[in-house]
């Protein structure tokens, strides 16, 4: 069994690097939106011509970032979302609703302050973890029954 | 045509309100979740038992609510999320992807000062509106034609 | 909104008439398998032939049975499945995994005693119930948001 | 033709080696859940912290065990349910119904004592064994037309 | 519960009425094929203009005959198709794959001395039966539970 | 058999009331885009406010009316679509790509003229009409048998 | 591009082996059911156990073929039915059913005195062909963009 | 990550080789249909016999195209679809509809004369683009977060 996994979420924190490395052992791909916020913002005009209009300009950004998310989605066994301190994160849980419904198995990942503001999103998940060494855990009992300790 | 509308996301204002009543003369029926907010956060315990643990409380009512939404998301046509200006709406946004990976035509509300955030969100959407009377004049034009003034 | 509701599992209790009657001020439509045991084994035989062979008797009967069984789940918003205290109950559980399947919202019914045999079967739930009228608790929340009590 | 095999159900004998060994000279490859009992119960409390109710300690064990058993009966050509003659097995019936849904070809295992509980189940399959000796053989057949003897 | 029933297949005999009028009590609808055999044949000339070539006289034919077949089927709970002991019959058998890959309970209805050829169709069935009131039979039980005598 | 047709294409000729007045006995309902020319391009700038790009004045109001547009091909049975002598008509071939995928089937309407480069897009029909009282009687003959003369 | 095809229907004629050394020098890999007609009929009981009844003693064979019929089509990309002169074939009808249901692309070959009986089932196909040699230009053409000649 | 590219559309420039060789360095497998303009046109009756009917001619060719073009699409995971000067490109727009559809990632590739037409189809994309060395560059960004310049 090889388990192909996205992660999703928050991008200032070094989350993604601690479950690659943490997996690095397992039979498991790792696919994640492009985690450079400067490049994720101008990604549409930098490409397809610049707009006066702020609201154009992101819209194309967030378009070209789509075709990379979905992809990345839609080829997931398990869809990992983190959701961080800062910020609105309104993607992340937009991502999550998404793999919902395409049927993924979703872990979702966050601190004890965001359970009740989560509790819909948790709800669809078949883990909530507080960390990533957890996610790890579940990759590792998934592909190989063993469990920590 | 008779259009299903869900009208997801923010539940402290009267926007349901004025769209379900500017649009009392045409052929759409509306859904919603239970936008009790007391009743929306404690169904599961009040109907299956208490819990002593606040993230299962939390766990069991969204479980509930959830036969809601899902059957409000999956019968409509359109569905619409708002996004106001408190708390996280990270439902709100969960709702949204669910939407689009089920293929609903998309309709987001909410006012500019959001539109960074939500740019993702945005860009799954046919139509992003600021103001209700706008999500009236869409249905009114997709049902009938006619345009404003 | 209306709810179509199908109740599978246990035919040896009144259940189905505590939901139904309890109900019986909504909006939900209940569809079930034929309760009667008898007519339920032989059908199979009674309409198309005898077989020698038991193995093929019960077949037979099945298989016509699932024409119905299939029908009510296809056609559910929420499947309610109940497990008793008598029998092997098998079908039960696999309507269970049809319904879970198709995107069903599930309702399982049982008592305390069975709850570890239906770990696996509770977790693909949106409410675990122990009594019927709190089936009809739920019924009520999702289509009118008023809470017991 | 490559065949991938989901062998679900009973663990407590050696029916998957019989069929694994059985099979070794055959372009198949297996998946099967945690045979690990005490892993399997504990998976959930283990990796993502401990609960005081046991309905919830089986809950998360239950939707950890759920990331394997759904990739494995989604990525399967054929599922294999074994039912043994211990425990009430609900599991695995569960898995019969979801793999019935989702279109796999369905083998069920089982001895003759079960036949009438089962029928449901076995009138959902492509075949129905005692044996897991005949599992191979079918597995021979559909890959390489040979019959046995 | 309502049944939606397409009857396929031979057009010689009067066996849709011997079944229709047969249900006449029973809450089901009935699709079935144009079944007069000329109109069939020719509609696509006499609609969309003359061909030279016999093969795209029956083509258009064909494809206009199918507007109203795939409709019938789509929308069918049960497709009932007719065997007789005149001509190829190979759109019956073709609108029994069409039906069995869209999941639609069948029931194929044949004479005894049809058994061996049509025994892959039979085998995606969920009846098989040899006269139309075994059909009228099978449909009163699943819409009331009764069985005949 | 109750028939949902949806009409895309030509908006400048009057041969949508050529069908739905040569239909009225007919057991059928029909949709369409938006035919109003100027209200179809500004419905999205007269709703949503302003652009000064013509792009995006032009892609606001693509959106809107795709609202339509897709539910109308969604819920279709029978999409017809209707190639004229002027403009490049890409949306009428997008549309009738769109129902293709969606396996509805498709009525393509044209002169002879425009065979040649239609031919990919005819292939995927069912019919090929040139006049619109063809698509008449073949409506005709598919709710009722009955063909022409 | 690689294609996979399946080659269902006549077994009594080496037309698989002629499209199978034709395409040799192709990127195409070829399924196809059990062509042993003593095994086919016999595989159920061989493996199964007996049965008394022919009807059960074709069944469980039809079943286990099934297995494989069912992996090649809904692997495949291109379903090729093959009609010959002998026997019934409505098994080769009810696959090229299934594929067309599946939306793969159907290529039928035949005599041209079979395209009367034949003409719903071609209707369906992206190509009819009275010869081999035929198929393998239209896989060498579909894979290359060469001609024959 | 692997994207998989179909190139739809004009067939008298060279984008196909202008986007295929920038993006020789990534990880993309390109396809696309036959471009050379009398084969595809020819390639029915070269293989299948002639036609004395032109219509006729251009169907079969067009059949056998599409087994190319449906696989093409079906298999991809980005759909470039490019609008030239010349010709009326009907079967462009129909792979745009059967893209989006599908549920593909779009970019559609034209100059600015033609934004106005093309506006439902643009509509649908992720991009829009006007130069082929402007999709490489999304391919780019996408696989690797790396911007131009």
Redesign the interface.
Known sequence: ?T?RVYLSGEIHTDWREQITSGAADLDVSF?SP???HD?SD???V???GA??????H???????????????IE?A??VVVR?GDQ?????????????????K?LIILHGPQ????????????????EEPS?VV??LR??LT?????
């Open positions: 069994m388990l696919d492009v985690t450079d490049a101008d990604c549409g930098a490409i397809l707009e006066d209009n702020k609201y154009w992101d819209h194309k950004g967030a378009m070209v970032n789509a075709i990379r998310t979905r992809k990345g080829d066994d398990i959701f910020y609105k994160q309104w993607n992340a849980a937009f991502d999550a609703g998404m793999a919902s419904a395409l049927g198995s965001h359970a009740h503001p989560l509790k819909e999103v948790d709800a669809a998940a078949l883990a909530v973890a957890q855990e579940i009992y998934v029954g063993k469990l920590p300790g």
